[in-house]
């Protein structure tokens, strides 16, 4: 069974552009959630889409949104960059109900300059 | 605020010695309490989680274990190998709109084994 798959790897942008990353869950998982990771602020949680729905968010500015498509694909967006988006971005599937196991992908290492 | 805090940062132990990860939460609603392993390069991966009803759970050389009166909980690895060498990370969450996905995670500890 394949794994969550997350592209690209790496990514540099230069402040003020926007960047997309892409999540492919593992089949039959419906639940995408994104982290943050930084090594100062560690693993901060952005938001989880379920059934192209989302369903929690955290305390990230408007710059980052994210979306699910109906084959439970997702992406995250995040406009304007700033240096200090600078950080691992990964994604996590589930098959949606609470408790279930969450899956991390191996990340995208988004670097700003 | 940190609502999860984890020690020690760093963590050397002889092969065949027991780790010790401490962590401690703030918010009493909490209900879901993992612990995920990262090697360099990779993902997170869940190695074990307990829920508030339980004090201990074990699986294999990893063993939770649970306080919910001091809100604390720890990850205890025993017989402790080379291969267990990765960065460990405590988290914690509530059900919000049907899950329990957002989770907080703790600062991490960087695990040593050395052979």
């Known amino acids: 069974k394949a794994g969550v798959t997350q592209t690209p790897r790496y990514l540099i942008k230069t402040r003020g552009q926007q960047v997309t990353l892409s999540c492919s869950p593992i089949s039959g998982h419906r639940s995408v959630s994104w982290y943050q990771q930084t090594p100062g602020q560690g693993l901060q949680f952005l938001f989880e889409?379920?059934?192209?729905?989302?369903?929690n968010k955290g305390n990230f500015p408007g710059r980052f949104s994210g979306r699910q498509f109906s084959n439970s694909r997702s992406e995250m967006n995040v406009s304007t960059l700033e240096l200090g988006d600078s950080a691992l971005y990964l994604c996590?599937?589930?098959?949606?109900?609470?408790?279930?196991?969450?899956?991390f992908g191996p990340g995208t290492r988004l670097t700003v300059l | 605020q940190q609502q999860v805090k984890q020690s020690p940062q760093s963590l050397i132990v002889q092969k065949g010695g027991i780790s010790i990860i401490n962590c401690a939460y703030e918010n009493t609603a909490f209900d879901y309490f993992p612990w995920y392993q990262q090697f360099p390069g990779k993902g997170p991966a869940l190695l074990i989680a307990i829920r508030p009803d339980v004090s201990e759970k074990k699986e294999g050389r990893f063993t939770i274990s649970f306080n919910k009166s001091a809100k604390q909980f720890s990850l205890h690895i025993m017989d402790s190998q080379p291969g267990d060498s990765a960065t460990y990370f405590c988290a914690a969450s509530i059900i919000l709109g049907g899950s329990n996905y957002k989770l907080t995670f703790g600062k991490g500890t960087l695990l040593t084994v050395n052979p």
């Open positions: 996590a599937s589930s098959f949606g109900q609470s408790y279930n196991e969450q899956f």
């Open positions: 889409y379920f059934s192209e729905t989302q369903r």
